[in-house]
């Protein structure tokens, strides 16, 4: 199902409009601040971590509140938003700046996310609640059982962190080494380095992605949690 579906939106509607608009399509074209998503993602940013914590509280009522919360900070994180906006066609109605089109913003997962957080706003101001809590019910509690229990896959980036300081306050290191593939869809080669040693390398769709599954790997070579 698209996006215009679920939220039972039109394009042309002004709201709408500026929820899909980048900040640098006004930057680039002398339009006020006031006509980009920015201020909707300000908002739609809130409505969704209500939903989802409402849902959250309901489908887990024995787990305490930091449970919760670290469930909850990977549901609605931009890697998760991204995916869900790219699967109901988001990510093609975004209205960028031509500078922004051509460094890959349409692909890049903070401008999707941001623009899927401005259109949950703009349905909340259209009195469209029913709709968004079906749509963060369906597509975003799709990953809570996998992030409960696998939260490390989720993470992996932050643990490695916590534990390079832990050892002696220094921190890992990504290097991109290759992207490959054509344009539309290329693939991150990065590998991580810690201590002046590479610990992992791994691949990824995006450079975040890539980065996540090596920090994954690293953590498992170093015994920090256990292999999944």
């Known amino acids: 199902m698209l996006v215009e579906d679920i939220f039972k939106i039109n394009r042309d509607d002004e709201l709408v409009k500026i929820a899909l608009t980048h900040p640098s399509f006004t930057k680039e074209n002398g339009y006020s601040d006031l006509e980009n998503y920015e201020r909707l993602e300000f908002f739609g940013d809130s409505v969704l971590k209500l939903y989802t914590s409402k849902l959250l509280y309901n489908t887990y009522p024995e787990a305490p509140e930091g449970e919760l919360s670290k469930i909850r900070s990977i549901l609605v994180s931009d890697a998760i938003l991204a995916q869900i906006a790219k699967k109901i066609g988001l990510d093609k109605l975004m209205i960028l700046g031509p500078a922004e089109e051509k460094q890959g913003g349409r692909k890049r997962e903070s401008n999707i996310a941001c623009t899927l957080e401005a259109i949950l706003g703009a349905s909340y101001f259209s009195g469209k609640q029913a709709e968004i809590e079906a749509f963060i019910e369906e597509y975003v509690m799709a990953f809570a059982e996998d992030v409960d ?48 040693e590479v610990i992992a390398t791994a691949k990824g769709k995006s450079k975040k992605e890539a980065q996540q ?5 690293a953590c498992k070579k170093l015994g920090v949690i256990e292999i999944l």
Request: net charge positive; hydrophobic share 35%.
């Open 149 to 196: 229990k696998h939260f490390e896959k989720y993470n992996a980036k932050d643990i490695l962190q916590q534990y390079t300081q832990g050892i002696n306050k220094t921190l890992p290191i990504y290097k991109t080494l290759a992207i490959k593939g054509p344009a539309h869809k290329p693939v991150f080669e990065v590998q991580v380095e810690w201590n002046n």
């Open 213 to 217: 599954n090596c920090a994954l790997e």
